[in-house]
């Protein structure tokens, strides 16, 4: 257990849906990460906040944004779903070394 | 952008071979990971290695930053060790993957 906890497990929804993806860091740490894994695209970087501001933005599309709240948890919002938005979804947070431990992600299928 | 290459794509073992990864990036980076994801799914940072060489049991790590490659070493491979290694390398705090070496430990 990696201490990092992301809700829900799986999503299915339909095309043109919004949806929200949660992640709770691990205690003390201050980064949070958001990536997508799909069959196509591999492992892909969206983005990162660290202690409440965005630090860095990899390929999130404009469709998606995140946010990370005072108590550091931190929520992907996800709109105007595609087909091709169907992927698993990690969440990672890490303390100031740069260690990333990641969440079990979220399993989301859009029909 | 930075390219990151991982050789082999796949790659079969018995139980108790060594094996070597390779990962190959492009340009200068702040740092690399090393990752292993599990059958499930799961994804575990392995190595944190923007330089030099760390060992953490039988698996360990050498990045040789001048030359922009990095290597993954596991020893006496076990059917646990199955899976995707991921290599990633950071540069301006974008991270980039590499697309996976795919190992398959033959009890």
């Known amino acids: 257990d990696s201490g990092v906890t992301q809700t829900p497990k799986h999503l299915i929804t339909a095309t043109g849906q919004r949806v929200t993806l949660r992640c709770s860091p691990r205690?003390?740490?201050?980064?949070v990460y958001w990536y997508q894994q799909s069959l196509d695209q591999g492992l892909q970087f969206l983005i990162q906040?660290?202690?409440?501001?965005?630090?860095a933005k990899g390929n999130i599309l404009e469709r998606f944004s995140a946010q990370q709240f005072p108590d550091l948890h931190s929520e992907l919002n996800l709109s105007s779903l595609e087909l091709g938005d169907s992927a698993l979804y990690f969440c990672?947070?890490?303390?100031?070394?740069?260690?990333?431990?990641f969440g079990p992600g979220t399993r989301l299928t859009v029909l | 952008g930075i390219q990151v290459e991982q050789s082999p794509p796949d790659l079969i073992l018995q139980e108790g071979a060594n094996s070597t990864l390779r990962c190959n990036f492009s340009?200068?980076?702040?740092?690399l990971q090393w990752f292993h994801q599990n059958p499930w799914g799961q994804l575990i940072n392995l190595f944190y290695?923007?330089?030099g060489t760390k060992q953490n049991g039988r698996l360990s790590a050498t990045t040789v930053a001048t030359e922009r490659y990095s290597l993954l070493y596991i020893s006496s491979s076990q059917t646990t060790d199955s899976g995707v290694y991921f290599c990633?390398?950071?540069?301006?705090?974008?991270?980039?993957f590499g697309k996976g070496t795919r190992l398959h430990i033959l009890p």
């Open positions: 906040y660290y202690n409440g501001e965005e630090r």
């Open positions: 290695i923007p330089s």
């Open positions: 340009d200068s980076v702040n740092n």
């Open positions: 990633a390398v950071t540069r301006d705090d974008k991270i980039i």
């Open positions: 205690s003390g740490d201050l980064s």
């Open positions: 990672a947070s890490s303390s100031f070394y740069n260690e990333q431990f």
